[in-house]
């Protein structure tokens, strides 16, 4: 079974967009995990552009389900997370302005940095997924680095599945197929839909988690949360 983790980043874009608290991030945790989500995802940056640290902390007390924190292990972030021992924290290499995450790690350049922060963080009973590109040698590295999981960089696949390019999920079977034989759990993230979600977990083995953000959120505009993530949720059987 995959579970469905709802990155509520957009929603956290939205509120801001006029300062109040409208919609409300919490209620629409509690909402989502309601409608059936198995998780919920959120990827404070530094500047809080959309999730709050303090976003962070309260919705320690909402989620029911599984509870992951994205981001850059820079020493505000690491504080912030063992201070609320999430589920689960995923470790992604973006840069400071970055619009959105856009690579994944070298796990073979930032082997002793890696094996540090993670140690880290399962010391602290915190499940560690480390996001990386589909590529043999970097799952290798990963497993090196002692992470539970790693969570494959969807983006090429989703912009070669758009094109009709079914070849594009290749990588992705190869790499899961790796990481579940080294011993790794598989999540994948990153411009996962409706559209192409069935195609990928139907071809990709091992798949724990999807977390999905974008697309959801923009789909749910058109139809509502519950009736998008029960389809997500069809999809993932
Ligand atoms: N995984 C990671 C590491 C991300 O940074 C993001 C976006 O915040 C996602 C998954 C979800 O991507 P999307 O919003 O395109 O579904």
Not at 102 to 127: H, S, V
Not at 141 to 159: Q, S
């Amino acid at each position: 079974m995959t579970k469905l983790s709802v990155n509520i980043n957009k929603l956290a874009t939205l509120r801001n967009a006029r300062g109040g608290n409208v919609p409300d991030l919490l209620k629409a945790a509690s909402d989502i995990e309601s409608f059936g989500a198995q998780g919920i995802t959120i990827h404070p940056r530094p500047d809080e552009r959309h999730i709050r640290y303090q976003d962070a902390r309260d919705l320690k007390n909402i989620v029911k389900t599984e509870y992951n924190i994205e981001g850059n292990p820079i020493k505000s972030f690491m504080d912030l997370v063992l201070s609320i021992k999430p589920t689960q924290v995923t470790l992604v290499p973006d840069s400071f302005a970055v619009l959105t995450s856009n690579a994944g790690w070298d796990t073979i350049k930032n082997r002793a940095f890696l094996t540090e922060i993670i140690t880290e963080f399962k010391r602290n009973g915190i499940r560690t997924s480390i996001f990386v590109d589909p590529v043999i040698s970097i799952i290798e590295g990963a497993a090196a680095v002692g992470t539970d999981r790693v969570e494959l960089y969807t983006e090429d696949f989703a912009v070669g599945y758009a094109k009709g390019d079914t070849a594009s999920i290749q990588p992705y079977v190869d790499c899961a197929a790796k990481a579940s034989e080294l011993g790794l759990g598989v999540n994948a993230g990153h411009d996962l839909s409706l559209d192409n979600i069935a195609f990928f977990k139907n071809n990709v083995p091992h798949l724990a988690e999807v977390s999905i953000g974008h697309a959801l959120i923009s789909e749910a505009l058109y139809q509502g949360l519950a009736p998008v993530i029960k389809q997500y949720l069809q999809k993932l059987q």
